[in-house]
């Protein structure tokens, strides 16, 4: 298996805590992505780090990855109820092969 | 804005029917992929094509089976389905050499 969680997680908070979620991972991958996916669509990239990076930024949410440790993270800060979906992370080594998914973290924020 | 279209959103059929899912995508991609998710969300893929050559062919089973005409359709082709087949089909592309991945809302198939 590369991963090393295989069933979908889930997550209660309430909105305004912050939030991380976490996914291991056991190939070698060039980069990380985080996806969302609400409910009846498909999923959307939120953010994107890629192996020479340890931290990425983008409004509210911050990824980092380790690659010693193959494992990468999502926070959320100041959750709030829109943040509610699914929530992915994807391995990507090269064109050549398709990007692979963990299993996923349903983050529900209740107001 | 939705870019990648995917026919129909759902199709309920009978175990051993024929079923087909169209995808077309508008952005110029070169590479397209499909994935299937089940019931607990996991998604695996299936398969890939770049410019109507398939690059990715994972384990699945020979009753499944991917068509291109041109690089902005990838079909996909169940024969004779199994109740194992129930799940959302979701068809994306993507730039080669780029990294993000576009998704169609997805096909929900429902074997009875």
């Known amino acids: 298996s590369q991963w090393g969680e295989e069933n979908l997680q889930a997550l209660s908070i309430q909105e305004g805590e912050d939030v991380t979620m976490n996914c291991s991972y056991k190939?070698?991958?060039?980069?990380v992505h985080w996806y969302r996916q609400d409910s009846g669509r498909g999923p959307a990239l939120i953010i994107l780090?890629?192996?020479?990076?340890r931290e990425k930024r983008s409004g509210r949410l911050r990824a980092t990855l380790d690659t010693s440790s193959q494992s990468s993270s999502l926070s959320i800060t100041a959750a709030q109820c829109e943040d509610t979906a699914v929530y992915f992370c994807a391995t990507d080594c090269n064109n050549n092969n398709a990007p692979r998914f963990g299993a996923g973290t349903k983050l529900t924020v209740k107001p | 804005e939705t870019a990648v279209f995917q026919t129909p959103n759902y199709h309920v059929t009978q175990v051993g029917n024929e079923v087909s899912f169209n995808c077309k995508q508008t952005?110029?991609?070169?590479?397209m992929y499909w994935y299937k998710q089940d019931s607990k969300k996991l998604l695996k893929i299936m398969f890939s094509?770049?410019?109507?050559?398939?690059?990715v062919n994972e384990t699945v089973p020979r009753r499944f089976s991917p068509q291109s005409s041109d690089k902005a359709h990838l079909n996909l082709r169940i024969k004779s389905v199994e109740p194992e087949d129930s799940a959302v089909y979701l068809c994306?592309?993507?730039?080669?050499?780029?990294?993000?991945?576009?998704f169609g809302a997805g096909t929900r198939l429902s074997v009875l």
């Open positions: 952005l110029g991609h070169d590479t």
């Open positions: 994306a592309s993507r730039k080669w050499g780029e990294n993000t991945l576009y």
């Open positions: 780090i890629r192996s020479n990076e």
């Open positions: 190939t070698y991958t060039t980069v």
């Open positions: 094509y770049n410019n109507k050559q398939l690059i």
